[in-house]
């Protein structure tokens, strides 16, 4: 019987506390409430497009501010994503998807290298989207990248509208990163010639 590649994570700080289950080879179901409703929105694309069964349930100080909501929820996510893919054998690694979104066209491109890396181009036209702060998408970003040990590029090719902008980054990123966990039958071991991630 085949091995399911799942994760649940509780993370409790003096700020958030977060509860989280993945599973890797889903089929994009979704249950998410962090208490930041743009977030969540991102979060449903992202889980839709990369096929993960993602589950999120989180509360934290938003009567501050977003901040410490977002951020530690990119740091849970990112920590199942590493914990889900084990020993990494047999993994394809890389990962690439440009999604267009309306007028916004959006590139993720990832390796999973246990070098966790974000290197992130995006002109956001606006500070908010709705109540939401839009500086705080880098930090999520960030944090789900170092936290999973993922290299992740970012970059816009072209947009106009923060929300598309913002949309295709997630949709983009779920769409690589069910590339780079997918397993190749015809690999064995490690993709690497380390011999290690």
Do not use: W
């Amino acid at each position: 019987m085949e091995q399911v590649r799942q994760a649940s994570i509780e993370r409790v700080t003096s700020e958030t506390k977060i509860k989280l289950d993945l599973i890797l080879d889903g089929t994009g179901q979704y249950q998410i409430e962090t208490g930041v409703g743009f977030l969540d929105h991102m979060l449903c694309l992202m889980a839709k497009h990369g096929a993960l069964d993602l589950t999120i349930k989180a509360t934290g100080d938003t009567y501050i501010d977003d901040h410490h909501t977002v951020e530690d929820v990119g740091i849970s996510l990112g920590l199942a994503i590493k914990e889900a893919l084990g020993s990494k054998q047999g993994i394809c690694r890389y990962g690439n998807a440009m999604v267009p979104m309306d007028e916004a066209l959006i590139l993720a491109a990832l390796d999973i290298s246990g070098r966790g890396h974000l290197e992130i181009d995006l002109s956001l036209p606006t500070s908010k989207v709705g109540t939401f702060d839009t500086e705080l998408i880098e930090e999520f970003f960030k944090a789900l990248a170092v936290n999973a040990g993922i290299t992740l590029h970012i970059r816009m090719f072209s947009g106009r509208n923060t929300h598309h902008i913002i949309e295709g980054a997630f949709k983009a990123l779920g769409r690589a990163l069910r590339q780079g966990i997918k397993e190749d039958g015809r690999l064995t071991g490690i993709p690497s010639t380390k011999g290690v991630l």
